[in-house]
């Protein structure tokens, strides 16, 4: 986003949208009650050492930062990076980061928070089976709706500006599940122990089958070869399948639906849902 020029590019697990860069009156409030922890230390935050820094960051509770909006990154919803290729996707459960802590809520809590649509609440609701007498189906639908906001909804979005812009863009879904737990489903970052890590997956076939391609797919792309038609939308499982999809095998794999719908709202009314629903109820440990 700040316009340094790179050929070919590899975007996953989340993008900006995940983490918009911040106000930096937000960081400065952060890192003054920082400074004044460490200083009680002995310390200040320009040369504490890491373990001090991470200790501090525990006992404040801080579990994540953010960036800052500097003049490099002021407007970046609004424009592409500088580069040539691009490959981007999503995993089939992103929203799992969350969901923790959205199991916390009353099904009462998650219908105000979409009830904030205002006339689009109703469509939003049946979109996301938000309905008051059914809690699950509301803190599923709450996860779904996270998931889409942050992460499926950004990459058809990216997606679509890249070839707008004439760029080549190839787009993914990586939907094996964990290769340990199935139930987990295919969650957020279980494309990265696929792509990094050489583990052992003798006991599942299929796991080990779409670990295989997705290596050779991004070293292809790396060396200049096109990994898939850019035309196509290409699929990273279930059950060690893989290879391209057609637009209505990603409407069955994606709410491509509900996203429109999110796009006809804007980014300022469904992040104003996002927050109520999500704010301080992230956590790694799912």
Avoid at 40 to 55: I, R
Avoid at 63 to 77: C, D, I, K, N
Avoid at 111 to 136: G, H, M, W
Wanted: aromatic share 8%.
């Amino acid at each position: 986003m700040t316009g340094a020029p790179a050929r070919r590019a590899i975007l996953q697990s989340g993008s900006l949208y995940l983490s918009p860069p911040q106000n930096p009156a937000n960081g400065q409030a952060l890192c003054r009650g920082l400074e004044e922890r460490l200083d009680k230390e002995g310390s200040c935050l320009a040369d504490a050492p890491v373990n001090l820094v991470v200790e501090t960051l525990q006992k404040a509770g801080i579990v994540s930062l953010w960036l800052q909006l500097t003049e490099e990154l002021s407007g970046w919803e609004n424009r592409t990076s500088n580069i040539d290729e691009l490959v981007i996707g999503d995993v089939e459960y992103e929203s799992v980061i969350w969901r923790n802590g959205i199991e916390t809520m009353t099904a009462a809590d998650i219908v105000a928070c979409f009830d904030s649509a205002s006339e689009q609440a109703s469509q939003l609701k049946r979109l996301y089976n938000i309905v008051p007498d059914r809690s699950t189906s509301c803190k599923l639908g709450a996860l779904d709706f996270i998931n889409d906001t942050r992460f499926a909804l950004p990459v058809m979005e990216l997606r679509d500006a890249y070839r707008k812009a004439g760029n080549p863009v190839y787009d993914y879904v990586f939907d094996q599940v964990n290769p340990w737990q199935a139930s987990n489903r295919a969650h957020h970052a279980v494309d990265l122990v696929m792509l990094f890590g050489n583990l052992d997956l003798t006991h599942n076939a299929g796991a080990a089958a779409v670990r295989n391609d997705v290596q050779n797919k991004w070293l292809a792309f790396c060396n200049g070869e096109a990994p898939w038609s850019k035309q196509r939308t290409y699929a990273f499982g279930p059950n060690g399948v893989c290879g391209e999809i057609s637009s209505k095998d990603l409407e069955n794999r994606r709410r491509v639906q509900a996203c429109g719908l999110l796009k006809e709202m804007g980014p300022d009314q469904y992040n104003s849902i996002f927050r109520k629903l999500a704010a301080g109820r992230i956590s790694l440990l799912n």
